[in-house]
């Protein structure tokens, strides 16, 4: 590589992150996988108990022998946030990283424990604020990405204005899949990539091989913006479930797990990614990112990694040859 990405001690062989995905997609499976291929492995700490996460973060270790970057992803928005910040910490962890909100407390807890606190931005006005509250590193993350998102505008618009407003490192996030993505973020000024979707479709994945499937028989209008509980837009593979609630449409709640610091009420979103991880992708919540339908095999993640250095190398020879 002719650069490098350090945020703390975190120096990876390869400066690819694999981004937190909940409910049960990114556990420790997928995370160690990661980065014993030379990435840097997330556990998503959303909709699993303070038993669980610390089990996952242990299990992570032993899988990895010590060896590799294994963060946490927690989520402002959740209840929980502080607790699983805190228990993350508390097992050491490589770092944390937060999105949907920020909180002064967490980059207060992060110098407490010496370790590094990474944000998810999607502006430059949040990337300053993050940056000058203690961040250690910003992904940007564009309109391109699965999940909850916090902008409309694509990430190669965001990326370089983010880029030119902090003296932090930069990771670019949200329709990144291929080697020839990764040459254009780092040719923008970004010290690397987070990657989500691509890893979803992976044999190391935590998610059932429903969810996987879901992802691979993906067509390009198969993917939809639904407005989820939280507050905010969500990109998701159309079912069943994305069907009912469009328009606004109420569904009975059975139980309420009270999980959301602020909730519309509408449907159970965490529920509704709990029946997705049990395998019912027509009555649960996918998320992708915009470009799933690119996707047309389930890899080992070496494989899905060596793929993209291999891409990142030809683009960037070619780049040179120009």
């Known amino acids: ?8 001690h975190l120096r990876p062989k390869f400066p690819i992150l694999q981004g937190g995905m909940g409910v049960g997609i990114s556990l420790s499976k997928l995370a160690s996988a990661v980065a014993n291929a030379g990435g840097i492995g997330t556990i998503s700490g959303t909709g699993i108990s303070i038993e669980e996460l610390r089990s996952h973060i242990k299990k992570a270790r032993e899988l990895t022998n010590g060896v590799g970057y294994i963060g946490v992803n927690v989520l402002f928005a959740m209840n929980d946030f502080a607790e699983k910040m805190k228990v993350a910490m508390e097992e050491k962890v490589d770092f944390i990283i937060s999105g949907a909100g920020i909180s002064r407390d967490m980059y207060a807890w992060g110098r407490e424990y010496g370790i590094p606190v990474i944000s998810i931005v999607s502006s430059v006005r949040v990337a300053k604020l993050s940056e000058r509250l203690g961040a250690a590193a910003i992904v940007v993350e564009g309109n391109e990405a699965g999940g909850h998102l916090g902008t409309e505008r694509p990430l190669f618009d ?8 902090v003296n932090i490192p930069v990771i670019a996030a949200g329709g990144i899949l291929t080697g020839e993505d990764f040459a254009k973020a780092i040719s923008m000024g970004a010290s690397g990539v987070q990657m989500g979707t691509r890893f979803v479709a992976s044999d190391e994945c935590d998610a059932p091989l429903a969810f996987k499937q879901k992802y691979v028989d993906a067509k390009k209008e198969d993917t939809i913006l639904v407005k989820t509980t939280v507050g905010l837009e969500g990109r998701a593979i ?3 479930f994305t069907d009912q609630i469009s328009g606004g449409n109420k569904l009975k709640i059975n139980k309420c ?42 890899l080992p993640v ?21």
Request: include cysteine; hydrophobic fraction near 35%.
């Open 158 to 165: 965001v990326l370089p204005e983010v880029v030119k407003a």
């Open 257 to 298: 797990y009270r999980c959301l610091k602020n909730c519309s009420f509408q449907f159970c979103t965490l529920d509704s990614l709990f029946k997705s991880m049990n395998g019912d992708v027509e009555n649960g919540l996918v998320f992708s990112g915009a470009r799933v339908h690119e996707i047309k095999e389930i």
């Open 238 to 240: 159309r079912n069943h």
């Open 302 to 322: 070496q494989e899905i990694i060596e793929n993209i250095m291999e891409g990142y190398q030809y683009s960037r020879v070619q780049t040179l040859s120009i």
């Open 1 to 8: 590589m002719d650069h490098s990405l350090q945020i703390g």
